[in-house]
T-cell receptor
C-alpha cells in the first residue's frame, strides 16, 4: 500500500489566493482527519470524516477554511482567501475501521507558505 | 479543557543511553494515549498506543506506561541509537469521538 497520499507537497501562494490541498487515504480506511502543525500551536485537529461525512469540524479556524470528502478515496481542504497566518504544514491521516487497529496513519504533509 | 505537556522540550544523549520522555495531561478522562515519532519534514508514525484500561505497552526497545489517575505517561527508550533521533509526540484521545490533543513534542538527538 502506498500509504496516505497528499498533494501538493509544497505550496507557495500570495495572500488572498485560493489554496486547495488534496488527500487520498489508505484504501479501506473509513476515517479521515485533517491536521495543521505550526511552531506556535503545535499539531491541531481541524476536521474529521467518517464514511465521507464530516463528524467534527470544531477545529476549523474560520469560515475561510472548508473541507470536503466526495468519496472514500479523496478529500480536499480549501482555504479561500488565504492569509499569511495560514502558513503551516497540513497533514491528512486515515484509520482502520473499528475492528482493526486504532492508530491513525499520517501522510507526509503539505507545507504551505502564504506570502 | 484537556492540555498535554511534554518534558523536556529537547534532549541530547550519547548513543547507548537509556532515556525517559514524559507526558502529562490535565483531564484523566481519556479514551487512549498514543506516542508518535516525527522525523524532520515527514508525517507522524505511531509507536505505541495505550488504552485507558491498560498500564503499559511494549514494542522492541520502547516501553510506554500510563498512569491515568495522575495524568502521566512515560516513553522509555532502551539502548538509544542515532536512528532514534526525531521528535516524539504524545497524544490523548478524548472519549466519545476522535478528538485528539497533541503535546508539543520532545526533540531527541542521539549522538554517535
Amino acid at each position: 500500500d502506498a500509504g496516505v497520499i497528499q498533494s501538493p507537497r509544497h505550496e507557495v501562494t500570495e495572500m488572498g489566493q485560493e489554496v486547495t490541498l488534496r488527500c487520498k487515504p489508505i484504501s479501506g480506511h473509513d476515517y479521515l482527519f485533517w491536521y495543521r502543525q505550526t511552531m506556535m500551536r503545535g499539531l491541531e485537529l481541524l476536521i474529521y470524516f467518517n464514511n465521507n461525512v464530516p463528524i467534527d469540524d470544531s477545529g476549523m479556524p474560520e469560515d475561510r477554511f472548508s473541507a470536503k470528502m466526495p468519496n472514500a478515496s479523496f478529500s480536499t481542504l480549501k482555504i479561500q482567501p488565504s492569509e499569511p497566518r495560514d502558513s503551516a504544514v497540513y497533514f491528512c491521516a486515515s484509520r482502520h475501521p473499528p475492528s482493526g487497529q486504532e492508530t491513525q496513519y499520517f501522510g507526509p504533509g503539505t507545507r504551505l507558505l502564504v506570502l | 479543557k484537556q492540555e498535554v505537556t511534554q518534558i523536556p522540550a529537547a534532549l541530547s544523549v550519547p548513543e547507548g543511553e537509556n532515556l525517559v520522555l514524559n507526558c502529562s495531561f490535565t483531564d484523566s478522562a481519556i479514551y487512549n494515549l498514543q506516542w508518535f515519532r516525527q522525523d524532520p519534514g515527514k508525517g507522524l508514525t505511531s509507536l505505541l498506543l495505550i488504552q485507558s484500561s491498560q498500564r503499559e505497552q511494549t514494542s522492541g526497545r520502547l516501553n510506554a506506561s500510563l498512569d491515568k489517575s495522575s495524568g502521566r505517561s512515560t516513553l522509555y527508550i532502551a539502548a538509544s541509537q542515532p536512528g532514534d533521533s526525531a521528535t516524539y509526540l504524545c497524544a490523548v484521545r478524548r472519549p466519545g469521538g476522535f478528538k485528539t490533543i497533541f503535546g508539543a513534542g520532545t526533540r531527541l538527538f542521539v549522538k554517535a
